[in-house]
């Protein structure tokens, strides 16, 4: 992990700058990853710190680099190096396998091209053609949701999906001056039974390593398993603490996870799968 994306002198990301280092950060990962992997190694190789990935896009909930991210791996997708899976795993094609022969610029104006070509296609149909991460929109959408909730209905809901994801014995207690916990459950896998404190923010920025260090001074003595869920995101200090030798661990749900963990569980989102009918004209050659 060697180059440096260059940046405008305002310190504004492009597409551009950001397509030779993701596939840099893709490689370096094996060949495939998820958003979070994929953004914190992309930042770490243009050398872009917290104060670079924080700001919010359009006053959120998502951030300008995480935006700017998604919409490059769109792009990345469209000119045909990534492919992502329906678990929102992303990985190089064979053609993105020989990424170092591309050349960025010429692969915007080809995908603009394309886009533009596409609209013209479909403009009798009334279709809408977006450039950006179109996929990600109903994400938004459901983020601006929940941010606007009452704390004590993200709570609820919180608890309704550590349900939905057996845990056992889920409590809300909400109360003041208890270190930042929200409530309490009971994680059984098989024989083993862990329990669990978990902290609820809604919150359309980043969640810093200080959090992470205040909910763990809440946890000690009580348990040394704890989870915080955000609709925001965690900074990659913040996510260094969560995982710190030495000190117990703490899982972290993001605002983007969460949106994942409602969708596979159809919790306020719904998804319509349209059927495709294909003929088979080889078939009819038998009778």
């Given at each position: 992990m060697a180059s440096k994306?260059?940046?405008?002198?305002?310190?504004?990301?492009?597409?551009?700058?950001?397509?030779?280092?993701?596939?840099?950060?893709?490689?370096?990962?094996?060949?495939?990853?998820?958003?979070?992997?994929?953004?914190?190694?992309?930042?770490g190789i243009m050398e872009l710190g917290d104060a670079a990935r924080t700001p919010l896009h359009?006053?959120?909930?998502?951030?300008?680099?995480?935006?700017?991210?998604?919409?490059?791996?769109?792009?990345?997708?469209?000119?045909?190096?990534?492919?992502?899976?329906?678990?929102?795993?992303?990985?190089?094609?064979?053609?993105?396998?020989?990424?170092?022969?591309t050349d960025a610029t010429k692969l915007v104006a080809d995908v603009r091209a394309a886009n533009r070509a596409k609209a013209k296609a479909t403009i009798a149909e009334d279709e809408v053609i977006e450039d950006g991460p179109s996929s990600d929109d109903w994400r938004q959408q459901l983020l601006a949701q929940l941010i606007a909730m009452h704390p004590s209905a993200f709570e609820r809901l919180c608890q309704r999906v550590l349900r939905e994801y057996d845990f056992i014995k889920v409590e809300v207690t909400g109360k003041s001056g208890d270190g930042g916990i929200d409530g309490t459950g009971v994680l059984r896998v098989n024989l083993l039974s862990f329990h669990v404190l978990f902290q609820c923010k809604r919150y359309s920025g980043s969640v810093g390593a200080g959090a992470v260090r205040d909910f763990r001074g809440a946890m000690v003595g009580r348990?040394?398993?704890?989870?915080?869920?955000?609709?925001?995101?965690?900074?990659?200090?913040?996510?260094?603490?969560?995982?710190?030798?030495?000190?117990?661990?703490?899982?972290?749900?993001?605002?983007?996870?969460?949106?994942?963990?409602?969708?596979?569980?159809?919790?306020?989102?719904?998804?319509?799968?349209?059927?495709?009918?294909?003929?088979?004209?080889?078939?009819?050659?038998?009778?």
């Open positions: 994306a260059p940046l405008t002198a305002n310190g504004y990301i492009s597409v551009l700058d950001l397509i030779i280092p993701m596939m840099e950060a893709l490689e370096y990962l094996g060949g495939s990853a998820t958003n979070e992997e994929i953004d914190d190694v992309t930042a359009q006053g959120g909930p998502m951030t300008k680099f995480g935006y700017r991210s998604a919409w490059t791996r769109s792009w990345l997708k469209k000119a045909g190096l990534l492919e992502n899976s329906a678990r929102g795993v992303w990985s190089l094609t064979s053609a993105g396998k020989n990424w170092r022969a348990t040394d398993k704890g989870l915080i869920i955000t609709t925001g995101t965690f900074t990659a200090d913040a996510r260094r603490e969560a995982t710190r030798d030495g000190a117990p661990a703490i899982d972290l749900v993001d605002g983007d996870a969460l949106c994942d963990l409602l969708k596979d569980r159809g919790l306020g989102v719904t998804v319509r799968m349209v059927e495709e009918v294909t003929v088979n004209e080889a078939a009819f050659a038998d009778f």
